[in-house]
């Protein structure tokens, strides 16, 4: 699948979508790309699996383990690691830290895909793979279905992107006028029980 074939998928379920956005960086876009409504396509998740997959072995890369962050990197990491035939588990913020919780372990020193539903500015990717050394894993990819940031976000080790495309962010500060009239909304989850 190549960009257009990733964004014609978005586009389909209704999932690429155009307002005032407060992203989870603080940033705002005039884009929002909301992963939840492809990935409930259960069909569409496994055909964006199966080429991020395809991708990524490309890579030449070997993993053990699939670690993702909740809330958006769940169905996605899941549904990778089924691809790959490895397991598959999340961390969650607890009191805004990304922590593995539910009883899952990483066996010390497995080969770890950290694997994102967006990477916007890196910073989730970051904090994600944070947890995961601190868990005993090492991290020897990170992958996601769109990287936003052109490609100059980094997050310390290769990414793979499905798709990569260059959406722009705003400092709170610089936001537009076009868009500052607009009331901005904040669709993901960080910070929300605060
Ligand atoms: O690269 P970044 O600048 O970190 O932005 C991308 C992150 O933002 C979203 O998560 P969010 O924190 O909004 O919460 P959610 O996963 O629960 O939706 C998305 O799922 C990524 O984790
Ligand atoms: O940066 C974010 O918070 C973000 C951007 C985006 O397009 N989609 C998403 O789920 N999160
Ligand atoms: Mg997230």
């Not at 991708?55 to 790959?84: C, F, Q």
């Amino acid at each position: 699948m190549n960009t257009e074939d990733v964004l014609n998928e978005f586009r389909d379920a209704g999932a690429l979508l155009e307002g005032h956005f407060k992203l989870s960086s603080g940033k705002h876009s005039s884009v929002y790309c909301q992963c939840a409504l492809v990935l409930k396509d259960t069909w569409r998740a496994m055909k964006l699996s199966a080429a991020f997959v395809e991708k990524l072995k490309a890579t030449g890369v070997d993993v053990d383990m699939v670690v993702s962050p909740a809330m958006g990197g769940v169905v996605i990491g899941y549904e990778v690691a089924r691809t790959l035939g490895i397991p598959g588990v999340f961390t969650e913020r607890v009191e805004g830290q990304l922590e593995l919780r539910r009883g899952f372990e990483i066996p010390r020193g497995a080969k770890i895909l950290m694997m994102e539903d967006i990477i916007t500015t890196g910073l989730s990717s970051r904090e994600c793979i944070e947890s995961i050394e601190a868990a005993g894993g090492h991290v020897v990819a990170a992958g996601c279905l769109i990287n936003r940031s052109g490609g100059r976000a980094e997050v310390g080790v290769p990414i793979t992107a499905l798709a990569t495309i260059d959406a722009p962010i705003f400092d709170p500060s610089e936001v537009p006028d076009e868009l500052k009239n607009i009331p901005a909304v904040k669709p993901g989850s960080r910070g929300l029980n605060k």
